[in-house]
Nanobody
Framework: VQLVESGGGLVQAGGSLRLSCAAS????????SGWFRQAPGKEREFVAA?????????SYADSVKGRFTISRDNAKNTGYLEMNSLKPEDTAVYYC?????????????????WGQGTQVTVSS
């Protein structure tokens, strides 16, 4: 499956952005969808994940819980990450990932497919 992210940009602290992850090649509903981010000089870290199918199970990093919402629209083969109350420390390249398994995971090594990333910059 191929993944393409979009929706990144520059936003002021307290603002919002919605990232999209367009999937092609195989049925997106058969994959766990996850979001990770990587800031300069830091390792890639988990942000959020949603189970395959209806997406009934979600998980979030503590740092984004209550501010970010992950969702999916299988009819559109697209995943989303709604980001609210953004902080400067949220600045990073955000990556969409897919895992051929039913259970979400916070371990980046569990994901088989990755997008190219989209830059999110939050100014103070």
């Amino acid at each position: 499956v191929q993944l393409v992210e979009s929706g990144g940009g520059l936003v002021q602290a307290g603002g919002s952005l919605r990232l999209s992850c367009a999937a092609s090649g195989r049925a997106f509903s058969n994959y766990v969808s996850g979001w990770f981010r990587q800031a300069p000089g830091k390792e890639r870290e988990f942000v959020a994940a949603i189970s395959w199918g209806s997406g009934s199970n979600t998980s979030y990093a503590d740092s984004v819980k209550g501010r970010f919402t992950i969702s999916r629209d299988n009819a559109k083969n697209t995943g989303y990450l709604e980001m609210n109350s953004l902080k400067p420390e949220d600045t990073a390249v955000y990556y969409c990932a897919a895992r051929n398994h039913f259970r979400p995971s916070s371990d980046r090594h569990d994901y088989n497919y990755w997008g190219q990333g989209t830059q999110v910059t939050v100014s103070s």
